[in-house]
Protein backbone atom coordinates (compact mmCIF):
# COMPACT_ATOMS: atom_id res chain seq x y z
CA UNK A 1 0.00 0.00 0.00
CA UNK A 2 2.43 2.37 0.98
CA UNK A 3 4.93 1.49 -2.31
CA UNK A 4 1.60 1.61 -4.53
CA UNK A 5 1.27 5.23 -2.35
CA UNK A 6 4.86 6.38 -3.58
CA UNK A 7 4.47 5.38 -7.22
CA UNK A 8 1.56 7.28 -7.35
CA UNK A 9 3.10 10.29 -5.85
CA UNK A 10 6.15 9.80 -8.04
CA UNK A 11 3.83 9.61 -10.90
CA UNK A 12 1.48 12.76 -10.19
CA UNK A 13 5.05 15.24 -9.33
CA UNK A 14 6.58 13.81 -12.70
CA UNK A 15 3.34 15.10 -14.64
CA UNK A 16 2.82 18.33 -12.24
CA UNK A 17 6.08 19.01 -13.34
CA UNK A 18 5.78 18.08 -17.24
CA UNK A 19 2.57 20.35 -16.90
CA UNK A 20 4.86 23.25 -15.27
CA UNK A 21 7.12 23.22 -17.51
CA UNK A 22 5.08 23.44 -20.17
CA UNK A 23 3.43 26.75 -18.68
CA UNK A 24 6.80 28.31 -18.01
CA UNK A 25 7.63 27.94 -21.74
CA UNK A 26 4.18 28.87 -23.05
CA UNK A 27 4.19 31.72 -20.66
CA UNK A 28 7.64 32.99 -22.23
CA UNK A 29 6.87 32.24 -25.98
CA UNK A 30 3.60 34.87 -25.23
CA UNK A 31 5.46 37.17 -23.73
CA UNK A 32 8.28 37.02 -26.47
CA UNK A 33 6.08 37.07 -29.08
CA UNK A 34 3.23 39.22 -28.26
CA UNK A 35 2.76 40.77 -24.77
CA UNK A 36 6.06 41.96 -23.01
CA UNK A 37 8.40 42.43 -25.94
CA UNK A 38 5.73 43.63 -28.53
CA UNK A 39 5.38 47.10 -25.73
CA UNK A 40 9.35 47.03 -24.90
CA UNK A 41 10.61 46.41 -28.99
CA UNK A 42 7.82 49.42 -29.78
CA UNK A 43 9.60 51.82 -27.02
CA UNK A 44 12.84 51.01 -28.64
CA UNK A 45 11.58 51.82 -32.11
CA UNK A 46 10.00 55.16 -31.13
CA UNK A 47 13.52 56.49 -29.68
CA UNK A 48 16.10 54.52 -31.40
CA UNK A 49 19.38 56.04 -29.41
CA UNK A 50 22.20 57.82 -31.26
CA UNK A 51 25.32 55.28 -31.12
CA UNK A 52 29.05 56.48 -31.41
CA UNK A 53 31.77 54.96 -32.96
CA UNK A 54 32.69 52.66 -29.95
CA UNK A 55 29.33 51.51 -29.25
CA UNK A 56 28.55 50.84 -32.91
CA UNK A 57 30.94 48.83 -32.63
CA UNK A 58 30.30 46.64 -30.31
CA UNK A 59 26.70 46.05 -31.33
CA UNK A 60 28.42 45.18 -35.05
CA UNK A 61 30.29 43.04 -33.92
CA UNK A 62 27.75 41.17 -31.52
CA UNK A 63 25.19 40.47 -34.08
CA UNK A 64 28.10 38.84 -36.71
CA UNK A 65 30.26 37.20 -33.74
CA UNK A 66 28.03 36.94 -30.45
CA UNK A 67 31.29 38.39 -28.40
CA UNK A 68 33.47 41.82 -28.50
CA UNK A 69 36.18 42.52 -26.28
CA UNK A 70 38.15 45.92 -26.02
CA UNK A 71 39.26 47.84 -23.09
CA UNK A 72 37.10 49.30 -20.67
CA UNK A 73 38.73 52.91 -21.24
CA UNK A 74 37.30 52.78 -24.38
CA UNK A 75 34.00 52.77 -23.59
CA UNK A 76 34.72 55.04 -20.68
CA UNK A 77 37.76 57.50 -21.26
CA UNK A 78 37.16 59.23 -17.52
CA UNK A 79 40.01 57.76 -15.42
CA UNK A 80 37.75 58.86 -12.44
CA UNK A 81 34.89 56.59 -13.71
CA UNK A 82 37.42 53.95 -13.36
CA UNK A 83 38.99 55.10 -9.93
CA UNK A 84 35.64 54.76 -7.97
CA UNK A 85 34.56 51.24 -9.48
CA UNK A 86 38.09 49.96 -8.65
CA UNK A 87 37.88 51.57 -5.35
CA UNK A 88 34.66 49.84 -4.69
CA UNK A 89 35.96 46.20 -6.35
CA UNK A 90 38.83 46.73 -3.31
CA UNK A 91 36.61 47.07 -0.41
CA UNK A 92 34.77 43.68 -2.17
CA UNK A 93 38.10 41.92 -2.23
CA UNK A 94 39.22 42.84 1.13
CA UNK A 95 35.88 42.08 2.89
CA UNK A 96 36.03 38.62 0.66
CA UNK A 97 39.99 38.01 2.01
CA UNK A 98 38.19 38.49 5.93
CA UNK A 99 35.31 36.56 4.77
CA UNK A 100 38.14 33.25 3.96
CA UNK A 101 40.06 33.91 7.20
CA UNK A 102 36.70 33.45 9.68
CA UNK A 103 36.20 30.84 7.18
CA UNK A 104 39.60 29.02 8.04
CA UNK A 105 38.96 29.75 11.61
CA UNK A 106 35.73 27.98 11.47
CA UNK A 107 33.76 30.74 11.87
CA UNK A 108 30.60 31.93 9.96
CA UNK A 109 32.21 33.57 6.66
CA UNK A 110 29.51 36.20 5.35
CA UNK A 111 30.73 35.19 2.16
CA UNK A 112 27.66 35.25 -0.36
CA UNK A 113 27.50 32.26 -2.69
CA UNK A 114 25.07 30.29 -4.48
CA UNK A 115 25.16 26.39 -5.54
CA UNK A 116 28.01 27.72 -7.54
CA UNK A 117 30.21 27.61 -4.64
CA UNK A 118 33.61 27.96 -6.36
CA UNK A 119 32.32 32.02 -6.62
CA UNK A 120 31.88 34.67 -4.02
CA UNK A 121 29.73 37.22 -4.66
CA UNK A 122 28.79 40.99 -3.81
CA UNK A 123 25.73 40.88 -4.22
CA UNK A 124 24.56 37.15 -5.03
CA UNK A 125 20.87 37.14 -4.80
CA UNK A 126 17.98 39.30 -2.73
CA UNK A 127 19.73 42.14 -2.07
CA UNK A 128 18.68 46.24 -2.21
CA UNK A 129 20.59 48.23 -3.90
CA UNK A 130 20.58 52.36 -4.44
CA UNK A 131 21.12 54.22 -7.04
CA UNK A 132 24.19 55.20 -5.32
CA UNK A 133 26.01 52.04 -6.16
CA UNK A 134 28.61 52.57 -8.65
CA UNK A 135 27.94 49.60 -10.47
CA UNK A 136 24.16 49.85 -10.92
CA UNK A 137 25.32 53.72 -12.19
CA UNK A 138 27.40 52.42 -14.91
CA UNK A 139 24.67 49.47 -16.09
CA UNK A 140 21.82 52.17 -16.30
CA UNK A 141 24.20 54.23 -17.92
CA UNK A 142 23.66 55.32 -21.13
CA UNK A 143 26.54 54.28 -22.31
CA UNK A 144 25.73 50.87 -21.65
CA UNK A 145 22.00 50.60 -21.75
CA UNK A 146 21.51 52.65 -25.14
CA UNK A 147 24.26 49.89 -26.50
CA UNK A 148 22.20 47.18 -24.62
CA UNK A 149 19.00 48.25 -26.24
CA UNK A 150 20.54 48.52 -30.13
CA UNK A 151 21.42 45.15 -29.93
CA UNK A 152 18.48 43.43 -28.08
CA UNK A 153 16.31 45.85 -30.20
CA UNK A 154 14.23 46.30 -27.24
CA UNK A 155 13.99 48.52 -24.19
CA UNK A 156 15.91 45.78 -22.18
CA UNK A 157 15.37 45.05 -18.03
CA UNK A 158 18.69 44.67 -16.16
CA UNK A 159 18.31 41.44 -14.54
CA UNK A 160 21.66 40.61 -12.39
CA UNK A 161 24.30 43.18 -11.21
CA UNK A 162 27.79 41.53 -9.05
CA UNK A 163 31.08 41.43 -8.64
CA UNK A 164 32.60 37.56 -8.51
CA UNK A 165 35.70 36.30 -6.60
CA UNK A 166 36.72 32.57 -8.31
CA UNK A 167 38.64 30.99 -5.65
CA UNK A 168 40.82 28.50 -7.55
CA UNK A 169 39.52 25.01 -7.10
CA UNK A 170 42.29 22.30 -6.37
CA UNK A 171 44.73 21.07 -9.33
CA UNK A 172 42.39 17.53 -9.23
CA UNK A 173 39.22 19.35 -9.31
CA UNK A 174 37.24 18.84 -12.63
CA UNK A 175 35.13 21.17 -14.56
CA UNK A 176 31.37 21.99 -12.82
CA UNK A 177 28.49 23.74 -13.64
CA UNK A 178 29.28 26.71 -15.80
CA UNK A 179 32.78 25.93 -16.09
CA UNK A 180 31.46 23.55 -18.33
CA UNK A 181 29.98 24.62 -21.93
CA UNK A 182 26.83 25.82 -22.12
CA UNK A 183 23.71 28.15 -23.37
CA UNK A 184 22.61 30.04 -20.54
CA UNK A 185 18.84 29.55 -19.38
CA UNK A 186 17.41 33.01 -19.35
CA UNK A 187 16.31 34.05 -22.64
CA UNK A 188 16.57 33.58 -26.21
CA UNK A 189 18.88 36.63 -26.72
CA UNK A 190 20.92 37.91 -23.65
CA UNK A 191 23.77 40.56 -23.48
CA UNK A 192 26.12 39.81 -20.37
CA UNK A 193 29.38 42.41 -20.02
CA UNK A 194 32.13 41.31 -17.68
CA UNK A 195 34.78 43.71 -16.63
CA UNK A 196 38.02 41.69 -15.08
CA UNK A 197 39.30 43.66 -11.79
CA UNK A 198 42.59 41.45 -12.03
CA UNK A 199 44.93 40.84 -14.99
CA UNK A 200 43.42 36.89 -16.23
CA UNK A 201 45.56 34.71 -17.43
CA UNK A 202 45.12 31.31 -18.33
CA UNK A 203 45.30 29.85 -14.79
CA UNK A 204 42.98 32.38 -13.63
CA UNK A 205 39.57 30.82 -15.41
CA UNK A 206 39.07 33.01 -18.72
CA UNK A 207 35.57 33.24 -19.76
CA UNK A 208 35.37 31.53 -23.25
CA UNK A 209 33.16 31.67 -26.01
CA UNK A 210 32.17 29.69 -28.84
CA UNK A 211 31.72 32.50 -31.81
CA UNK A 212 28.45 32.50 -33.93
CA UNK A 213 27.04 30.40 -31.67
CA UNK A 214 24.19 32.33 -30.77
CA UNK A 215 20.59 31.58 -31.73
CA UNK A 216 20.35 32.86 -35.68
CA UNK A 217 23.81 32.40 -35.96
CA UNK A 218 25.76 29.33 -37.86
CA UNK A 219 25.87 27.25 -34.39
CA UNK A 220 22.77 27.97 -33.49
CA UNK A 221 21.09 25.26 -34.02
CA UNK A 222 23.46 23.06 -31.97
CA UNK A 223 21.66 21.92 -29.27
CA UNK A 224 19.57 24.79 -30.22
CA UNK A 225 18.52 27.28 -27.18
CA UNK A 226 15.20 26.49 -26.39
CA UNK A 227 13.09 27.47 -23.03
CA UNK A 228 13.81 25.34 -20.37
CA UNK A 229 16.14 23.56 -23.00
CA UNK A 230 18.78 21.44 -22.88
CA UNK A 231 21.24 23.89 -22.27
CA UNK A 232 24.56 21.61 -21.46
CA UNK A 233 24.66 19.48 -24.06
CA UNK A 234 27.39 16.24 -23.40
CA UNK A 235 30.84 18.18 -23.41
CA UNK A 236 33.35 15.55 -25.95
CA UNK A 237 29.73 15.85 -28.55
CA UNK A 238 29.82 19.36 -28.29
CA UNK A 239 34.14 19.54 -28.09
CA UNK A 240 34.00 17.13 -31.57
CA UNK A 241 31.04 18.91 -33.28
CA UNK A 242 33.05 22.59 -32.82
CA UNK A 243 36.47 20.79 -33.52
CA UNK A 244 37.95 22.99 -36.10
CA UNK A 245 36.18 25.55 -35.19
CA UNK A 246 37.39 29.08 -33.21
CA UNK A 247 36.93 28.88 -29.56
CA UNK A 248 37.63 32.47 -27.95
CA UNK A 249 39.05 32.56 -24.85
CA UNK A 250 39.13 35.87 -22.96
CA UNK A 251 42.71 36.53 -21.10
CA UNK A 252 43.81 39.96 -20.39
CA UNK A 253 44.67 42.57 -17.91
CA UNK A 254 42.32 44.23 -15.44
CA UNK A 255 40.31 46.65 -17.37
CA UNK A 256 39.83 44.09 -19.94
CA UNK A 257 35.69 44.21 -21.00
CA UNK A 258 33.67 41.49 -22.72
CA UNK A 259 30.55 41.93 -24.34
CA UNK A 260 29.05 38.63 -24.90
CA UNK A 261 25.30 37.37 -26.00
CA UNK A 262 25.55 33.93 -23.32
CA UNK A 263 22.56 32.19 -25.26
CA UNK A 264 25.49 31.44 -27.68
CA UNK A 265 28.08 28.57 -25.70
CA UNK A 266 30.33 29.52 -23.20
CA UNK A 267 32.16 28.70 -20.12
CA UNK A 268 34.79 29.98 -17.90
CA UNK A 269 36.07 30.34 -13.90
CA UNK A 270 37.76 27.43 -13.93
CA UNK A 271 40.28 28.63 -12.14
CA UNK A 272 43.69 26.28 -11.59
CA UNK A 273 46.22 28.57 -9.73
CA UNK A 274 44.63 32.27 -9.48
CA UNK A 275 41.38 33.84 -8.45
CA UNK A 276 39.54 35.66 -10.89
CA UNK A 277 37.49 38.93 -10.14
CA UNK A 278 35.17 40.66 -12.46
CA UNK A 279 32.12 42.38 -12.50
CA UNK A 280 28.84 41.10 -14.01
CA UNK A 281 25.75 42.70 -15.71
CA UNK A 282 23.09 41.36 -17.55
CA UNK A 283 20.52 42.48 -20.13
CA UNK A 284 17.65 40.74 -20.63
CA UNK A 285 13.84 40.69 -22.11
CA UNK A 286 11.19 41.43 -20.12
CA UNK A 287 9.57 37.98 -21.22
CA UNK A 288 12.79 36.55 -19.51
CA UNK A 289 12.01 38.04 -16.08
CA UNK A 290 8.31 36.98 -16.60
CA UNK A 291 8.56 33.63 -17.10
CA UNK A 292 12.70 31.79 -16.96
CA UNK A 293 14.39 33.95 -14.30
CA UNK A 294 14.64 36.50 -11.85
CA UNK A 295 16.16 39.84 -11.16
CA UNK A 296 19.01 39.72 -8.66
CA UNK A 297 18.69 42.76 -6.70
CA UNK A 298 15.66 44.84 -5.47
CA UNK A 299 16.02 48.47 -6.20
CA UNK A 300 15.78 51.20 -2.34
CA UNK A 301 12.80 52.92 -2.21
CA UNK A 302 14.61 56.17 -4.66
CA UNK A 303 13.36 58.96 -5.98
CA UNK A 304 14.19 58.24 -9.23
CA UNK A 305 13.48 61.75 -11.06
CA UNK A 306 17.26 61.69 -12.40
CA UNK A 307 16.62 58.42 -14.61
CA UNK A 308 16.65 58.29 -17.66
CA UNK A 309 12.44 56.43 -19.09
CA UNK A 310 15.02 53.84 -20.17
CA UNK A 311 17.00 53.14 -17.31
CA UNK A 312 13.57 53.42 -15.29
CA UNK A 313 12.09 50.60 -17.22
CA UNK A 314 15.32 48.80 -17.04
CA UNK A 315 15.03 48.69 -13.35
CA UNK A 316 11.38 48.39 -13.43
O1 LIG B 1 32.61 32.41 -14.88
C1 LIG B 1 32.61 32.42 -16.11
O2 LIG B 1 33.54 32.85 -16.79
C2 LIG B 1 31.40 31.87 -16.83
C3 LIG B 1 30.20 32.63 -16.47
C4 LIG B 1 28.96 32.11 -17.08
O3 LIG B 1 28.84 31.01 -17.52
C5 LIG B 1 27.82 33.00 -17.13
O4 LIG B 1 27.88 34.12 -16.61
O5 LIG B 1 26.80 32.60 -17.71
Redesign the pocket.
Known amino acids: MHRNRTKLAARAHAVATKLERGGIRATYRLHDSVLANRASRLRFSRATPQLDETQTRIVDGLRAEGFVVLPFSELFPDPQVWQRLEADASSFVEETMAGFEREAAGEDSGLRRTSKDF ?1 VRKNAYGVTLGLDDPWLQLATGPRLLDLANSYLGLWSKLEYVDL ?1 Y ?1 KPSAAEAERRS ?2 RW ?1 R ?1 FNDRHLL ?1 A ?1 VYLTDVDEQA ?4 YVPRSAPGNELGQLWPWRPLGENYPPQEELAERIAGRPVETFTGPKGTMIFCN ?1 SGF ?4 FATGKP ?1 V ?1 A ?1 F ?1 YASPAALRSLSERNFTLAEANGAALTPQARYALS
Open positions: VWTSQHDKFGPFETHRGGRLTT
